[in-house]
């Protein structure tokens, strides 16, 4: 098995649904990475049996990674202009 990292489980969840629709066998965890103390910010893990290269096509259609992507965003997220202030 091998695993797909999720932000959120909406996305692994429409992934799962297309994955044993297919005959896949799947598990759905949550994992934290180092550092990570609140539970709200632990990845979705999904375990794909057996992973092979039709699973690899899917993760990028359903929004997962796996460790080792390289895949980077064409262009990076624009950053605020300045510091937000807060009212009050």
Known sequence: MS???FDTDE???EL???L???GYTTTLTREAFAGEEDWDDRAWVL????FD???VEMVDV???WMPGDEQLPDEPSELPGEPKRRKG
């Open 3 to 5: 695993a797909i990292y």
């Open 11 to 13: 996305d692994a969840v």
């Open 16 to 18: 799962i649904g297309a």
């Open 20 to 22: 044993q629709a297919e």
């Open 47 to 50: 375990l794909v049996e057996p």
């Open 53 to 55: 290269d039709r699973v």
């Open 62 to 64: 359903y929004g997962g």
